[in-house]
């Protein structure tokens, strides 16, 4: 079997991975001329390394990363409100360790891998506009055949029109800054500080060497041209000021920064169409409250990979992945909603937040076991 995949971010080259492993022939368009040192820090959750654990890439992942040892939700004066432990307690509940590593570092490992299978990566293509009819691919004035085409080009996928018609991603009315500063500690904790209409999480990557810097804030427009535009780091502190000794701490630290606007889709239809199919972004575009934009697409490449292995059509990939993913993104978009609650309830929440950790401390794990215990290597496709 000869599939083409239109994109390698992580879920297009983690799919090429899988379904070379089984013996699939791939090839992976790239716009971009080389994969290079594009993005910031990103958060690999347990049912995500569980996916990376069966590529047998999860220790070169934990190199490349830090494993963080809790997540800490505090308010915007520092007061805490919650913690989820992770380390072996993670192991223990979901059976995985998350890891945050640099985006950068995940795309070589996975290209990497790609090219140890016979994987043939064909960067510099212009596959912008790229068009798929009955399995031949046309793209850059080229025209090749294939079995199977998979759109894995993004939240902007010109692929996905194909199958759901033509529809732009809708801006969320929120806009984040991305940073990296040098981590002055020894510390892995991931923390998230969550204030009205705006929060602020960091946490070490790079071995510990990096701190990346998120900060999300509430923003009526986006007239931004791409998907980041450099910004002044004096904007980034303005709209944190006098918080807490600890943000400022951080963002006094930032020297460069960028900006990028939120934008998400509404759940889609139908994933697939004939002989195109659609992974990641392209399909199922994540808002990053919950920091499962990159591990649903690890989803999506095992759950396809399986699904060809089983020499079952790609609906059954769809009829699996569709109700999961759709409840990712709903979830998402209802974290960002508690994340940024503003008066007159705000005080409720955070004294709900406080009490309900100190009774039941497990109780933030809990509500996520359904997200990070759930593991798709374990799934078996109906053939």
Same mark, same amino acid.
């Given at each position: 079997?000869?599939?083409?995949?239109?994109?390698?971010?992580?879920?297009?080259?983690?799919?090429?991975?899988?379904?070379?492993?089984?013996?699939?022939?791939?090839?992976?368009?790239?716009?971009?001329?080389?994969?290079?040192?594009?993005?910031?820090?990103?958060?690999?959750?347990?049912?995500?390394?569980?996916? $990376?654990?069966?590529?047998?890439?999860?220790?070169?992942?934990?190199?490349?990363?830090?494993?963080?040892?809790?997540?800490?939700?505090?308010?915007?004066?520092?007061?805490?409100?919650?913690?989820?432990?992770?380390?072996?307690?993670?192991?223990?509940?979901?059976?995985?360790?998350?890891?945050?590593?640099?985006?950068?570092?995940?795309?070589?490992?996975?290209?990497?891998?790609?090219?140890?299978?016979?994987?043939?990566?064909?960067?510099?293509?212009?596959?912008?506009?790229?068009?798929?009819?009955?399995?031949?691919?046309?793209?850059?004035?080229?025209?090749?055949?294939?079995?199977?085409?998979?759109?894995?080009?993004?939240?902007?996928?010109?692929?996905?029109?194909?199958?759901?018609?033509?529809?732009?991603?809708?801006?969320?009315?929120?806009?984040?800054?991305?940073? $990296?500063?040098?981590?002055?500690?020894?510390?892995?904790?991931?923390?998230?500080?969550?204030?009205?209409?705006?929060?602020?999480?960091? #946490?070490?990557?790079?071995?510990?060497?990096?701190?990346?810097?998120?900060?999300?804030?509430?923003?009526?427009?986006?007239?931004?041209?791409?998907?980041?535009?450099?910004?002044?780091?004096?904007?980034?502190?303005?709209?944190?000021?006098?918080?807490?000794?600890?943000?400022?701490?951080?963002?006094?630290?930032?020297?460069?920064? #960028?900006?990028?606007?939120?934008?998400?889709?509404?759940?889609?239809?139908?994933?697939?169409?004939?002989?195109?199919? $659609?992974?990641?972004?392209?399909?199922?575009?994540?808002?990053?409250?919950?920091?499962?934009?990159?591990?649903?697409?690890?989803?999506?490449?095992?759950?396809?990979?399986?699904?060809?292995?089983?020499?079952?059509?790609?609906?059954?990939?769809?009829?699996?992945?569709?109700?999961?993913?759709?409840?990712?993104?709903?979830?998402?978009?209802?974290?960002?909603?508690?994340?940024?609650?503003?008066?007159?309830?705000?005080?409720?929440?955070?004294?709900?937040?406080?009490?309900?950790?100190?009774?039941?401390?497990?109780?933030?794990?809990?509500?996520?076991?359904?997200?990070?215990?759930?593991?798709?290597?374990?799934?078996?496709?109906?053939?």
């Amino acid at each position: 079997m000869q599939i083409a995949i239109v994109g390698a971010g992580i879920a297009g080259l983690a799919t090429a991975v899988a379904c070379a492993r089984r013996g699939v022939q791939v090839t992976v368009f790239e716009r971009a001329p080389e994969l290079g040192e594009v993005g910031a820090g990103i958060q690999i959750g347990a049912n995500g390394m569980a996916v $990376l654990t069966a590529l047998g890439l999860a220790d070169a992942v934990r190199r490349a990363g830090v494993s963080p040892s809790a997540v800490q939700m505090r308010s915007a004066d520092a007061t805490p409100l919650m913690q989820i432990a992770m380390g072996a307690d993670a192991a223990r509940r979901w059976g995985h360790v998350p890891v945050n590593l640099h985006r950068a570092d995940l795309i070589t490992l996975l290209a990497d891998a790609a090219r140890a299978a016979n994987v043939q990566l064909v960067t510099g293509v212009d596959v912008g506009g790229a068009q798929a009819t009955d399995g031949v691919l046309h793209f850059g004035g080229r025209t090749e055949r294939f079995d199977l085409i998979v759109g894995a080009d993004g939240v902007r996928s010109s692929l996905r029109a194909q199958i759901a018609g033509v529809s732009e991603p809708r801006y969320t009315g929120h806009a984040a800054w991305r940073a $990296l500063i040098p981590h002055q500690g020894t510390g892995t904790v991931t923390n998230l500080t969550v204030g009205r209409d705006r929060h602020l999480v960091t #946490y070490p990557i790079r071995g510990g060497r990096m701190l990346n810097v998120v900060a999300v804030v509430k923003r009526r427009e986006w007239t931004g041209e791409g998907w980041a535009q450099e910004d002044d780091p004096d904007n980034l502190r303005a709209a944190f000021a006098n918080w807490n000794d600890m943000a400022d701490a951080v963002l006094a630290q930032v020297r460069e920064t #960028y900006l990028w606007g939120l934008f998400d889709h509404a759940p889609l239809q139908n994933w697939s169409r004939g002989k195109l199919v $659609l992974v990641g972004d392209a399909c199922h575009p994540m808002l990053p409250f919950l920091a499962q934009g990159a591990t649903q697409g690890l989803e999506d490449a095992w759950v396809l990979a399986e699904t060809l292995a089983a020499g079952a059509p790609v609906s059954a990939y769809e009829a699996e992945r569709k109700p999961r993913a759709t409840r990712v993104q709903r979830a998402a978009r209802a974290q960002g909603r508690l994340d940024h609650v503003g008066f007159p309830w705000r005080p409720f929440v955070h004294l709900g937040m406080r009490g309900v950790g100190a009774v039941a401390p497990d109780f933030a794990a809990r509500r996520f076991d359904w997200l990070y215990a759930h593991d798709v290597t374990r799934t078996a496709i109906p053939n």
